[in-house]
């Protein structure tokens, strides 16, 4: 997936930010997919891929936490964004 691809489906979905709220909603199975930093943290990573496999919920990997905070309207950089399934 394009970065103007991910850049789309966070502007036209709900979304969760930080890894508590996406890894406590990718548990529920509330998740279509989240989107982790390439550059997060390696224990962080490995919590979320973790919880994404056991959950079957897709990975797509951005390469940055900053863009990827500010694309999701946070005023920080974000390593883990959760798209809410609808």
């Known amino acids: 997936m ?5 850049i ?3 502007n036209n979905s709900s979304i969760l930010v930080g890894t508590k ?6 548990a529920k199975d ?8 390439s550059d997060a943290d390696e224990s962080l990573c490995g919590k979320v891929t973790e919880a994404c496999k ?3 919920t897709e990975i797509i990997i951005f390469p ?3 863009e990827l905070g500010t694309i999701a309207g946070i ?3 974000s ?3 959760g798209i809410e399934k609808t």
């Open 54 to 56: 056991k959950h079957n």
């Open 79 to 81: 390593a883990v964004v």
């Open 64 to 66: 940055s936490k900053h």
């Open 8 to 10: 789309k489906l966070i």
């Open 21 to 26: 709220q996406v890894l406590s909603a990718c």
């Open 30 to 37: 509330a998740l279509r997919c989240v989107i982790l930093a």
């Open 75 to 77: 005023d920080v950089a």
């Open 2 to 6: 394009s970065n103007a691809e991910i």
